[in-house]
């Protein structure tokens, strides 16, 4: 399709457009805007905005570990006494025991006897 530029005076104000952007239908009103201006009129627009964006943000997630109890009680500062009396309210689970001699977690907090 081809483009025809046109050049049109409507009320001194020069008007250039382009023919082949729109397609006007018979009957179709074609709204027409006058600008008048004299040497007196001062326009003035806002001072342009400035938006800062800053750089995407990078979350690095630890992969999933599995952690017994234990482990997890003495990485996050824990006590063995506390880390014990967590074992006589679980109900001496077999688990954080792993010699089965009475004393739970010493894998983590080392050898009780």
Do not use: K
């Amino acid at each position: 399709m081809a483009s025809f530029g046109v050049f049109a005076t409507i009320s001194g104000l020069a008007v250039v457009g382009l023919t082949a952007c729109a397609h006007p239908t018979a009957g179709t009103a074609v709204p027409v805007t006058t600008i008048t201006t004299s040497p007196s009129v001062t326009v003035s627009a806002p001072p342009p905005v400035t938006v800062y964006v800053g750089p995407p943000a990078t979350v690095t997630v630890p992969p999933a570990t599995t952690q017994t109890p234990c482990q997890w009680m003495q990485a996050n500062g824990y006590s063995y006494e506390l880390a014990y009396a967590a074992w006589v309210q679980e109900g001496y689970p077999v688990n954080w025991d792993a010699d089965h001699d009475g004393y739970p977690c010493e894998q983590s907090y080392g050898d009780r006897n």
